[in-house]
């Protein structure tokens, strides 16, 4: 299984993330956006926090989870280098982050990633794999 | 008409409609301007199906409109114009998109590029400096609670009246700077955090700051009106938004319309276009936030011109008077206005989304400022870093169909990933360097992803809506130097 990789949008960029669980799913998401706007290998492991996010259902869960990655960064400049969602419902999760202070003299940024949207935003199940796709606004 | 074109129906050389009949729940049919060639590029991805998704908003007037420059966005096209009317039409936060007010603003010099050329080099790593920029940047004003809501209410003029600039550039921005009507308490607490230390950052992406030089002038007349006066004349031209705290208002009001629309009875093809009706509560909830937000960036790039003239300052040992560094005008392209428009022989008021799409007023419009009365306000629409840039005006042909809007932008070509393998092995900063163009960036990586390739030619999109006669080319710009986050 690859954890997540990207398609092709003209303006955007597009996000696949997979899990054998929907936990393991939401942390890939997160692990793609991540990738996307750095190095994920300069990331130090010496923040840790705890964020809970609630949405109407499941796929603005996913939207909301992105989000709520992207509203950290922005406030503290932070970035997880790995989360784990210890809670999960179909319009509550609950994670653990653990990651670095963004620093652009000592990580490679990629890009900067404005949104996660709803636009052509898929979630499923199928043979025991979780998939989601979603586009990103840069 | 070609196979590929037969979803559209040719009006003209520019003008190609797509019927109410192509999709279900459209209630108007759609409307593309373009030519031939942009017209097949355009079928390219999902952007026609996109104009026929805004054609199936409630309250629309008219037709879904689409300018030259239109690709596949995020629910609304980017290059995308729809109009609604405000007692049973909606407002869509995703039709605005996540950089509220996200906008171009144009400043000329009275130097040459002669004279410039030696200091040039110094005088991007000053900009660059100067004016933050790039993921995990930090802005150099730090905002209180209290000042982030004066800035939200005031936009352009809090900068202003704080020292940032001369009181005489309020007249030469689109709704001198402030949004009327903005609502800051209508801007949730995350969104207000988010803006508290970017006022004065560019962002990233596609958001620059470029010295230019003038390339050639097609309308003396405007351009004489607008400042621009002999080819070789130095501008600077700045492109950004309102940054995080506009990206969080669009999340939040996006949230609360996908939660509203059942209650409203409002079906949707896509959901990132969620609406909410005009009239309603959470409809003057996000007009409101949604100004504050275009307030926000009105301000951004007020803060940023004092820097561009701090910096020019500092380099060239002049005062940045005698330099000039007028504003020439700063346009937003990411936008709902409510704005008076003729429908059916009356002048109503209507909203009208614009989303990556410019307003382009004619002379004698009465939101034209004093200035250009004659001729219009000037319309900014930015090419790629390695071509150019154009000044147009908008024109009573744009006023009658299309609400006044004209174009934006280039507008992409090909996808970033498809644009990094085409340069792979290339250094960009050495080949635009080669061709007299410096560049100044925080990530080489998304430099390839901005470059000349990954973008239609912006001269394509001009003729096309000169062609129609919704624009006429004012001048055509020349970037010197590019500033990149």
Known sequence: MQAFETFEHTADIGLIARGRTLEELFANAARGLVDLM??????????????????????????????????????????????????????????ELVGDTVDPGRHAVRRMIKAATYHGLSLGEANGLWEARIILDL | MSQETQVLVQRDAYRWEIPATYKPGMRVPGLIYADEPLVRQILEDQAVEQVANAA???????????MPDIHWGYGFPIGGVAAMRLDDGVISPGAVGYDINC??????TRLTDEEVRPRLAMLADRLFQNVPSGVGAHGRLRLTDAEILEVLRHGAAWAVRRGYGRSSDLGRIESAGTIPGAQPDQVGRKALSRGLDQLG???????????????????????????????????????????GLGHQVCTDYLEVA????????IALPDRQLACVPIASPEGRAYLGAMGAAANFAFANRQVITHWVRESFE???????????LDIVYDVAHNMAKIEEHAVEGRQVPVCVHRKGATRGFPAGHPDVPAEYQEVGHPVLVPGDMGR???VLVGTPVAMAETFGSTPHGAGRLRSRSAAKQLLRGVDLVDVLARRGILVRAASRELLAEEASEAYKDVAEVVRASDGAGLTRTVARLQPLAVIKG
């Open chain 2, 201 to 243: 950052t560019l962002g990233s992406g596609n958001h620059f700051l470029e010295i230019q030089r003038v390339e050639a002038i097609h309308d003396p007349r405007a351009a004489r009106a607008f400042g621009l006066h002999h080819p070789g004349q130095v501008t600077v031209l700045m492109h950004c938004g309102s940054r």
């Open chain 1, 38 to 95: 750095v190095d994920p290998a300069g990331l130090r492991e010496e923040i840790q926090m705890q964020v809970t996010v609630s949405a109407g259902d499941r796929e603005a869960l996913l939207v909301g989870w992105l989000n709520e990655l992207l509203y950290l960064l922005d406030i503290r400049r932070f970035l997880p280098r790995r989360s784990r969602i210890t809670d999960l419902s179909d319009t509550t999760l609950t994670a």
């Open chain 2, 103 to 108: 906008g171009v603003r144009l400043l000329a």
């Open chain 2, 56 to 66: 199936t908003l409630p309250g629309v007037v008219r037709w879904a409109i689409a």
């Open chain 2, 314 to 324: 500092e380099t060239l040992r002049q005062s940045a008077e005698a330099i000039g």
């Open chain 2, 388 to 390: 150019y840039s154009y």
């Open chain 2, 258 to 265: 996908g939660r509203s629309l059942s209650r409203y009875g």
